[in-house]
């Protein structure tokens, strides 16, 4: 059951800065919205154990290291039922090309995000996970030409007086 958490300007500061530099010293968070250091730990702290704040990671340009394929993959299942879809959705939560897993609405049922070396990577991946799942009755593969926005963090309106966010699922 969903609980409810109360975000007042403060903690989208916080928030807000936390996403754009996650190494930013408590020092420096705290002279940025005003409070003192062990307000500002207590409240990071809150947010980390209400789930709000659910990771602190540090992001790597997979292009960079030469991950020069991204593909977008659209699928079709074969059987619906739940224990299939879980058993799907389980079996792309262990590939470690795929970043990203949506169960969709509309033609497909899932929405994939592949990140791999190259076309030969892509081509073993489709191979090995896709086609040899057993259950994936179409899929389709779309591949981008450019990335003109990428970006991670949720913008939290910090003029409000207070925001209510619901944690958990």
Known sequence: MPTRHILDK???RLLN?????????TRELAD???????TCLRRIRDMRDA??????????????LGYGMLAFLEVSIDKQGDEYMQEFEARMARESEVMQCYFVSGDYDYFLVVHVVDMDAYYQFVRRVISGSGNVRHFQS???MKRAKFDTRIAFDEKA????????K
């Open 17 to 25: 800065l936390l996403q754009k530099n996650n190494q930013i010293s």
């Open 142 to 144: 779309r591949f981008p």
């Open 51 to 64: 789930g709000i704040i659910s990771a602190d990671v540090a992001m790597i340009d997979p292009f960079a």
């Open 32 to 38: 940025a919205v005003h409070i003192s250091q062990p």
């Open 10 to 12: 403060v903690d989208r």
């Open 161 to 168: 007086a207070e925001i209510e966010v619901r944690i958990g």
